[in-house]
Every structure is written in C-alpha cells, then in structure tokens.
C-alpha cells in the first residue's frame, strides 16, 4: 500500500515570488507519482507526473518537481508565481506495474497574493 | 468536446431518496473510477472499473452501487441517502498502461447536497 503526506495544507505567496510545495511519500514498492491542480468549482488536472527516466519533471506553465527516492519527496516548484496559480495542489501516487490504485495527500491550498 | 461528463452537477436532495449520478467518458480509456471528496478536499476512491469489470471495491457502504453498462459509461447510483453523503463526486477515466500517458482525466465533478 502506498500513502501521501503534503505537510502544507495552505502556503501563501506574494505574486512573482518562487513557491514549493511538499508532498513525501511512502511505498514498498516502486511508484508513480503526480501533481493535480483543482481550481475552484472544478475537478482535477494533470498537472505533471513522473513515470520512469529523469527525475526532473516540467509542466506547460513553468510548474516543476523532482523525484527523490532517497528523500521519498516529490515536491512541486515555481520560480515566479502568477495570480492564475491560485488553486489547490494534490500529490498523489500509485504502485508501477499493472493495474495500482492512485492514493491522493489531503492538498495544499496555494494562495498568491498581489 | 468534454472528454469526461458527469449530470447532473449539482444534486440537492432530502434524506432517505434515492439518486443516481451519471458519468461518460469519449477518451476511449478503459478504466473508470468513482471518488469522493469531502469538506476539507480529502479524496478517496469509492470504485474502479475496467473494461466494465469491477476491480476496486473500497469500504463504500452498500447503499453506493456502480453500474458499467460499457466501458465508456459508469455511473453511480445511491440509495437510502443520508446527511454524511453530501460531497463532491468526482468521476475519472486512465487509459491502459503502456500507452505513455498514464494520469487520469476528472470530470468536473457533482455535488450532492443531502438536507
């Protein structure tokens, strides 16, 4: 079984300021691991995963996050935060090979502030 | 082109009815899923199908039955509903792994509201 700790449930940041969000995890075996981000009133998108390979990965809008096995840490940066970022962020993981159920953390509130 | 719809989105009801919650997916993914999330955003998963097949069962009461008449269709029926049920349903498809774009993709989800 796996699980998700995001140890942040709100980080405020003033705009064009660099942000980080947390997300550790625990596994037994090796992993998926994913970044969501849910604006208000809407579901989840994919915001960026890493599968296998490098363990930097980048998203469209300047998101990044690094897989760290020894760490067990996949944290989720910005350099420079836009108002349009304001959103919660969900880390989530899933065991590799065949079908594994995709465990969510409890989300990160990310508010920009002007 | 919505590529997962949930109706209704918003579903206001009293205790003790019955209500269903549909889901359709146009990905041509074939495994589909049920989540809850709560209040404070938690989301768990209720149920996961495959191919029409039920392969996730979490511990979701027996009033909550998932129906998949094909693999591009689950819906969600619930019965006897009660004041813990109100929540955000979400709906989700994946397509099969190895395709390289393993992620699910949500529908934007209902929010049942039990008075």
């Known amino acids: 079984a796996q699980s998700v700790t995001q140890l942040d449930s709100q980080v405020p940041v003033f705009e064009e300021a660099p942000v980080e969000l947390r997300c550790n995890y625990s596994?037994?075996?090796?992993?998926?691991l994913f970044w969501y981000v849910q604006y208000p009133n809407q579901g989840l998108q994919l915001l960026l995963k890493y599968l296998s390979g490098s363990t930097l990965v980048e998203s469209i809008n300047g998101f990044e996050a690094e897989f760290n096995k020894s760490q067990t840490s996949f944290h989720l940066r910005k350099p420079s935060v836009h108002i349009s970022d304001t959103a919660e962020y969900f880390c989530?993981?899933?065991?590799?090979?065949?079908?594994?159920?995709?465990?969510f953390g409890t989300g990160t509130k990310l508010q920009v502030i002007p | 082109d919505t590529a997962v719809s949930q109706t209704p989105k918003y579903l206001v009801t009293q205790m003790g009815n019955d209500k269903s919650i549909k889901c359709e997916q146009n990905?041509?993914?074939?495994?589909m899923y049920w989540y809850k999330q709560d209040s404070k955003k938690f989301l768990k998963i209720m149920f996961s199908y495959n191919n029409k097949e039920l392969i996730i069962n979490e511990t979701v009461p027996n009033r909550f039955s998932p129906k998949s008449p094909d693999k591009a269709h689950l819906n969600l029926h619930i019965n006897s509903l009660e004041l813990g049920d109100s929540a955000v349903y979400f709906c989700?498809?994946?397509?099969?792994?190895?395709?390289?774009?393993?992620?699910?993709?949500f529908g934007s989800g209902t929010r049942l509201t039990v008075v």
């Open positions: 989700a498809s994946s397509p099969p792994e190895g395709q390289g774009n393993y992620g699910y993709t």
């Open positions: 596994s037994s075996v090796s992993v998926y």
């Open positions: 990905l041509g993914h074939d495994t």
């Open positions: 989530a993981v899933s065991g590799s090979g065949g079908y594994q159920k995709v465990t």
